[in-house]
């Protein structure tokens, strides 16, 4: 058996990530902030390394490898599987958002990149609920190779990839993609409370030092100077 579907169905390793993951999610959250208080869209990088860091905690180094080159086309290795991560805010759990494939940016790249497309990693969803400016919960979402294929098998390329237009760089898995990869039995899901508190969120070096001694103290705060 796939040793992530053993994760998914081992309730202390739920719990872990209910204890953990929203509050290091919020705090990745409040120090994204801009003057205005609205959240910067570098958040997205800053999310997956929370949940990186989470996941590292509870299965050890040898099962999860993150400290990985920048240019690679996956984000982390679980149980020796390249797995790619993705984040989207979504106001319930049965909207699949806006989820990117790629950020290759201009229209003739986009065709090529989903003509030359092939599912090579496993896909992990971070899905995060919020309501009227107010955060319910976290959805994980795992995605095994074998089922993004079937799902691209049945849709074909031009109905699981769509090409964004205007403004917006990149190509998005389609709605009708994400709905169909979500509903197949052999993706895991896992969903958590956002049982946190915004007590001393502007306080960034507080943060920093929990965050460390929580997790690994040779881990580096996420740099809120790149971009997802």
């Known amino acids: 058996m796939n040793p992530i579907y053993k994760l998914f169905c081992n309730e202390e390793f739920q719990k872990h ?4 993951l929203p509050k290091m999610l919020n705090k990745a959250q409040c120090i994204n902030r801009n003057s205005t208080g609205v959240v910067n869209q570098s958040v997205g990088r800053d999310r997956e390394d929370c949940l990186k860091v989470v996941v590292k905690n509870y299965i050890g180094n040898e099962n999860c490898q993150i400290d990985l080159p920048e240019k690679l086309p996956y984000d982390w290795m679980l149980f020796g599987r390249s797995n ?26 986009g065709i090529l990149f989903r003509k030359n497309f092939e599912v090579n990693h496993d896909l992990t969803l971070l899905r995060l609920i919020k309501q ?10 795992y995605i095994p190779k074998s089922t993004q294929r079937v799902s691209l098998r049945a849709l074909g390329k031009k109905r699981f990839l769509k090409i964004s237009s205007g403004n917006s760089k990149g190509v998005r898995f389609s709605s009708e ?30 943060w920093k030092r929990e965050y460390n001694d929580l997790f ?11 971009t997802h």
């Open 17 to 20: 990530l209910q204890d953990k």
């Open 84 to 109: 790619q991560i993705r984040t989207v805010t979504i106001p319930d759990i049965s909207k699949p958002g806006i989820i990117k494939a790629n950020w290759v940016s201009g229209r003739a790249n």
């Open 132 to 141: 009227n400016e107010e955060m319910l919960g976290v959805e994980i979402c």
């Open 177 to 206: 993609a994400i709905q169909m990869m979500l509903a197949h039995p052999k993706t895991k899901k896992m969903q958590l409370d956002w049982n946190v508190s915004e007590d001393h969120s502007h306080r960034l070096d507080f």
């Open 216 to 226: 690994c103290r040779n881990w580096k705060w996420p740099n809120q100077n790149r």
